[in-house]
């Protein structure tokens, strides 16, 4: 391509192909004088000149008016009803644009919790990956906590020897103002013909008809079917994820497999250690959701409270020099004393920088100890006295934005253990 | 997705934004940090075949950073997406596959294409600033002296963010540049610490200041502080260069002493598009109404009813020297220059927008269609205009280059110096070598950006002295500068 363009003819452009350039014909948008260029597509092109020159119009105002437009021309018929009063640029041409994506530098505040993060789709994929394979822990026992599905169980069935005898079972349960033999009956039109009795098998229809009183808080399941087990048998094992289907299904969420005598508990519910928990989802981990969000500061990680750099503000004074603000007054200087007096009996360096405190030494000085008044300590007594109006001033001066106590800034639940 | 997640992760490094947290909160971005992360994000998307448009990628990025953002573009191309860049940045000029100037001028000056191609195409003087500048044929002059100075501010104990306990000198009535790479920590010291401190004692601003111990040296040789920063010089449409400029006033007082404005009793408040009276009612005096769109960006239409003038029929009636008040409010300002010019009042007024370089901008373009560097340079004109001799203001400018040609760093230079001459001191924020070697006396921070690496001072003096010290990355950039 020739490197001077203002003297070629405009015919020059009807000749170009639109598949290699972006070709604008005679544009007047604001100062450009029919201005006319073609752009090679696929290459990093850099638009210039001095401020006012008319780049901008020529970026913005013709090249990216024109790909806004052709996009809206594609969108639904709501938007497109706007088109026709969307001007087009004044060019006698434009060909070869596709749509386009302008990358502006206004930054959009319009969600206080958007975060560099979220912005860069990061957190999408960290909250799939998590929902995939982030494991929840019970607080209790520090175990792990799952939910056993159908597979599961089927599986758990198959790795059993061969030509083993096996029960499915559930728990009846009765609901209250239920009587037993009302639930058999109903048991029986369902079409199932056999309970377990503290683990022995029983036909519904006997027991529904004994005479023999059954004693409250009997441990009665339904039997829901019996199998004799080959994983092999392809046949067998459809029957059999339907039957721990029904189990979960009758059981509200449990399911027993005996085998030889001996019972194994399954369950389909998210606990463990009496507790139920909820499942790990994308959900969960938003913090932009209330599901995941700590519930002190709202996933905002911050919340108002006591500033720690407003209470110390020069943290190369020690605490005899004044480090402390709010002691520093002749009133409250009475926190100060006993530290000045007994310090030393715990260790409390009184003349060394709070910069220079190591971490025991700081938690002593705010949460102080049975002889010394922390920090804390101190703020507790001021807001006790807030109805002062002093002490509400004197309070308001230390406050601000703090990183929230409950979740320490990562904006998810605490109790959660990833 | 570990995949996914990585290269993503890998992106944000590439566009020079590892410094940040994935926490941080995306409203306490600079707009160039931002637009990069949206770049960041459209990589990790790969759209293919798609046109990128992007309003200077290079703002707020030292040179270090720059040939990692020209990377990220090229990667971009190499998809197979058509990348358009406005840019004055020469890094990034010299990397592109083609250059297009528009000009050679701005405003009617402008508006035509001056040169399209490769730097490589031109021997010899030519028709393009650009290209000049390029080939070291036209050049922002390196002061023949740097002003000395006695007098300083001292900021002990700056603590806030990565700051490393810093005790920093700030020199007055010279003018100061401080800089370092992205994060390093240079717009914290200044507009956290220095700005908001002084402010206090001044008076002029409330905001806590960041964490520093105290602030000390000749602060009482200051009777002011100003921050002139890139923010819009009004909040809404309805703010414009001529309001603030003060020049509005005297031109509706022109209008309303017309005969017939007389004979209606019109007063000056008639034509103002921001009070009923005179002004359509329509749009309200916008001029134009918006439409939300909920995925993209909003579409203003042109308002029916005035066409976009703003005006009521009756009062664009009203003519001086062969114009209405809209015909005067869609006036550049440098042809507001000579049709004014016999009006010595609303002349004076505007000529100091003329001399920041503004020339080109309309009277009454509304002040959110002003980029950030104009907006700047609007505030600047502002000061200019008031000149009183007994004044000791320290203006803080935060990268006034962004958006700047070097034919308008230039000129802006003279107005920054003109400042200085007046009495004032002038404290610049930036990282373009430009500016940095037009320095009485340079701060930088560093060495590199983010909590771990950055935060001290690498060097404080003048530029020679910082080239002789070569330390840091900024020495290295500058060098090639002072030859
Ligand atoms: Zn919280
Ligand atoms: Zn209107």
Redesign the pocket.
């Known amino acids: 391509m020739p490197s001077s363009h203002s003297d070629l003819k405009d015919t020059y452009y009807d000749t170009l192909d639109p598949r290699e350039y972006i070709i604008i014909k005679r544009a007047r948008v604001n100062n450009l004088k029919n201005l006319s260029v073609a752009i090679p597509r696929n290459k990093f092109v850099v638009i210039t000149g001095l401020s006012g020159s008319g780049k901008s119009s020529l970026a913005f105002d013709t090249l990216f008016a024109e790909g806004q437009r052709m996009y809206v021309e594609s969108l639904s018929s709501y938007a497109r009803q706007f088109l026709g009063r969307m001007e087009k640029p004044e060019v006698d041409y434009i060909r070869g644009v596709s749509p386009a994506i302008a990358i502006e530098q206004k930054v959009n505040t319009r969600n206080p919790r958007s975060t560099v993060g979220t912005s860069t789709e990061l957190y999408d994929y960290l909250k799939l990956l998590f929902a995939r394979i982030g494991k929840t822990r019970s607080p209790v026992s520090g175990k792990e906590v799952k939910r056993d599905t159908v597979t599961d169980v089927v599986e758990w069935i198959n790795q059993l020897p061969v030509d083993s005898k096996i029960i499915i079972a559930c728990p009846l349960t009765i609901p209250t103002g239920r009587k037993l033999k009302g639930e058999l009956e109903l048991l029986l039109s369902k079409g199932y013909t056999r309970v377990l009795v503290k683990g022995e098998p029983q036909l519904i229809e006997e027991l529904a008809g004994t005479k023999k009183k059954i004693p409250k808080n009997t441990e009665i399941e339904i039997l829901i079917d019996r199998i004799v087990t080959n994983p092999t048998d392809e046949d067998l094992n459809y029957r059999l994820a339907d039957s721990v289907q029904t189990a979960f299904f009758e059981g509200h969420g449990d399911c027993f497999v005996y085998s030889d005598k001996k019972k194994t508990p399954f369950s389909d519910r998210f606990e463990l250690d009496g507790m139920r928990f909820t499942e790990p989802s994308v959900n969960f981990f938003s913090f932009n959701n209330p599901y995941g969000a700590?519930r002190?500061?709202e996933g905002f990680?911050k919340v108002l409270g006591i500033d720690t750099d407003l209470v110390i503000p020069d943290k190369t004074l020690s605490l005899y020099e004044g480090a402390v603000a709010p002691w520093r007054s002749e009133v409250m200087g009475k926190w100060a004393q006993p530290w000045l007096k007994h310090g030393a009996k715990y260790d409390f360096p009184i003349h060394r920088p709070i910069a220079d405190l190591n971490h025991k030494e700081l938690e002593l000085l705010w949460n102080g100890n049975k002889d010394l008044d922390g920090i804390h300590d101190f703020f507790k007594y001021v807001e006790s006295k807030s109805h002062k109006i002093q002490y509400r001033v004197l309070l308001s001066r230390y406050r601000g934005r703090t990183t929230?106590p409950?979740?320490r800034a990562p904006?998810f639940v605490k109790t959660r253990d990833m | 997705m570990i995949t996914e997640i990585r290269s993503r992760l890998g992106y944000l490094t590439e566009v020079g934004l590892g410094y940040l947290t994935l926490n941080r909160l995306t409203s306490t971005l600079s707009g160039g940090e931002y637009q990069r992360i949206k770049l960041a994000t459209s990589l990790g998307s790969a759209l293919v075949g798609s046109m990128y448009i992007m309003d200077e990628p290079s703002i707020g990025l030292h040179p270090r950073d720059t040939n990692q953002m020209i990377g990220v573009l090229k990667t971009l191309r190499d998809l197979g997406n058509t990348v358009i860049v406005v840019e004055h940045e020469e890094e990034i000029m010299r990397a592109a596959d083609q250059i297009v100037d528009i000009g050679p001028g701005a405003g009617m000056h402008g508006g035509t294409l001056v040169f399209q191609g490769s730097i490589k195409d031109v021997n010899g003087k030519s028709t393009s600033h650009t290209m000049d500048y390029l080939k070291g044929l036209e050049n922002i002059q390196v002061p023949p002296k740097r002003r000395k100075w006695k007098d300083s501010i001292t900021i002990f104990g700056a603590r806030e963010n990565n700051l490393k306990n810093l005790k920093v000198k700030i020199p007055l009535a010279v003018l100061t540049v401080v800089t370092g790479v992205s994060g390093s920590g240079k717009s914290t010291l200044v507009s956290k610490i220095l700005y908001p401190s002084l402010g206090r004692l001044m008076g002029v601003f409330a905001e806590t200041p960041g964490k520093y111990e105290r602030i000390d040296g000749d602060t009482s040789r200051l009777t002011s502080i100003e921050f002139v920063d890139q923010h819009p010089i009004g909040k809404s449409s309805r703010s414009n260069p001529i309001s603030y400029v003060k020049a509005y006033d005297a031109i509706r007082q022109l209008y309303s002493d017309q005969s017939l404005s007389k004979k209606r009793g019109y007063k000056p408040s008639v034509f103002s598009f921001n009070v009923e009276g005179g002004r359509c009612e329509t749009c309200q005096g916008e001029g134009e109404t918006k439409v939300e769109m909920q995925f993209m960006a909003d579409i203003f239409l042109k308002c029916e009813s005035c066409q976009g003038k703003r005006f009521k029929k009756e009062t664009l009636e009203i003519e001086w020297n062969g114009k209405n008040i809209a015909e005067v409010l869609d006036l550049t300002v440098e042809e507001a220059l000579e049709f004014f010019k016999d009006k010595k009042p609303v002349h004076d007024k505007i000529l100091p927008l003329y001399d920041v370089g503004l020339g080109y901008v309309k009277l009454g373009q509304s002040s959110n269609s002003l980029s950030g560097g104009e907006a700047q340079r609007v505030k600047l004109a502002s000061f200019l205009g008031k000149n009183s001799s007994s004044d000791h203001i320290l203006f803080i400018f935060d990268e006034p280059t962004t958006g700047l040609h070097f034919h308008d760093i230039s000129k802006l230079l003279k107005a920054i110096n003109a400042l200085i001459d007046q009495g004032h001191s002038v404290i610049i924020i930036e990282h373009n070598m430009e500016v940095i070697k037009c320095a009485d006396w340079i701060i930088d921070l560093g060495p590199e950006g983010g909590e771990k690496n950055g935060g001290h001072i690498v060097f404080e003096g003048t530029p020679e002295a910082l080239v002789k010290s070569s330390t840091g990355h900024t020495a290295r950039f500058l060098k090639e500068k002072l030859v």
Do not use: S
Request: aromatic share 0%.
């Open positions: 700590c002190t500061c990680g929230c409950d979740c904006a």
